[in-house]
C-alpha cells in the first residue's frame, strides 16, 4: 500500500499536490497556533495536550492543507467535570465562503454524558448540526474520531463506526465541499454561554486546568502543495470512491436509532418553510 502511495505521489506532484500517507508525528505534522504553552507535545512527538484555564484556553492547526482524504484522530476527552468546556477538532478553509467539517465536544457535569456535536459548512453556509451521544466513556481511554471526505460523501465515524454521512447532492442544489483545501484544527476553550444545557451550567474554574490529550494522527490524504484544486489523478485510492457497506450502513442506523439526540433533518419548528432539501434524499 505504501508502494502504490509512493507511485501515486510521484505521478501527481508535478501538478501541484501529491497523496500524503502519513503516521503523524505532531512536531512534523501540526503547529501551536495559540494559547500561550498551554498547548504542549510529548513523548518525541507521539502525544499533543491542549489545556484550558480561567485566562485561555489553547490551539493548534495541520502544516499541510487538505483536499480530499481520510484523516483519523485518537482523542482522550477533559475527565470529570467538564461542563463549560467544548473541544472542537475540525476540518475548515479559509475566507467568506469557507468549508468546514466539525467535530465538536460539549462537555458536562461529572457522571452526565458528553455531547458530541457535528456540523458541515459549504460555501459558508452551515446549520446542517447533528447531536450524539457515545456509546462509552470518552474520557477514560483514547477513542479514534475519523473523517472520510472524497468527492461523493463525508463520513464521520467513531473507533471505526460511521455515526454520520453527509452526501454529494448538488444534484439537489445543495453545495459540496470540494474544491477548497482545508487544514486541520483542534482547541480547546470555554463556552460557557452555550455549550452545556444551552449556558445554564457555567465552567467550574476550580477544576481548571482541564485537558484534552491527542495522538496517532494518520492522514491518507490528499495535500495542496501550490494552491491546486483537485485530486483526481490520484483516483487510485481506494479511499477516493469509498462508500458504506451494508454493514457499514446497519452500524450508521444502530447509532441513529440508539444514540442520536439531534438532527436538524427534523427540526421542522426551525425550518418553517420546509426542510433543506438534503434531508428529502434516500
Known amino acids: 500500500m505504501a508502494l502504490a502511495f509512493s507511485r501515486v505521489a510521484l505521478l501527481i506532484c508535478t501538478v501541484g499536490y501529491f497523496v500524503n500517507a502519513s503516521a503523524g508525528n505532531f512536531y512534523q505534522d501540526f503547529d501551536i497556533t495559540w494559547g500561550d504553552g498551554r498547548a504542549k507535545i510529548l513523548n518525541n512527538g507521539d502525544l499533543l495536550t491542549l489545556s484550558l484555564d480561567r485566562a485561555s484556553g489553547s490551539g493548534f492547526q495541520s502544516k499541510n492543507e487538505y483536499l480530499f482524504g481520510k484523516i483519523d484522530m485518537q482523542l482522550k476527552l477533559v475527565p ?20 468546514e467539517i466539525d467535530f465538536e465536544f460539549l462537555g458536562n457535569l461529572s457522571g452526565d454524558p458528553y455531547i458530541l456535536h457535528t456540523n458541515v459548512f459549504s460555501q459558508g453556509k452551515g446549520n446542517r448540526e447533528q447531536q450524539f451521544y457515545l456509546w462509552f466513556d470518552p474520557t477514560a481511554d483514547f477513542h479514534t474520531y475519523s473523517i472520510l471526505w472524497n468527492p461523493q460523501r463525508i463520513v464521520f465515524s467513531v473507533d471505526g463506526t460511521p455515526i454520520r454521512e453527509f ?44 485537558t484534552a490529550s491527542y495522538r496517532n494522527f494518520n492522514a491518507n490524504a ?26 457499514s450502513h446497519q452500524r450508521l442506523n444502530w447509532v441513529k436509532k440508539n444514540y442520536m439526540i439531534y438532527n436538524y433533518c427534523t427540526d421542522i419548528k426551525r425550518f418553517p418553510q420546509g426542510l433543506p432539501p438534503e434531508c428529502n434524499a434516500p
Open 222 to 247: 490528499c495535500t495542496v502543495s501550490s494552491g491546486t484544486s483537485s485530486c483526481a489523478s490520484s483516483n487510485n485510492n481506494a479511499w477516493l470512491s469509498e462508500e458504506l457497506d451494508t454493514t
Open 80 to 99: 470529570g467535570n467538564s461542563a463549560g468546556t467544548v473541544t472542537a477538532y475540525y476540518l475548515s478553509s479559509k475566507g467568506a465562503t469557507w468549508d
Open 167 to 210: 452526501k454529494n447532492m448538488e444534484s439537489k442544489g445543495v453545495p459540496f465541499p470540494k474544491n477548497q483545501a482545508m487544514r486541520i484544527y483542534s482547541s480547546l476553550w470555554n463556552a460557557d454561554d452555550w455549550a452545556t444545557r444551552g449556558g445554564l451550567v457555567k465552567t467550574d474554574w476550580a477544576q481548571a486546568p482541564f
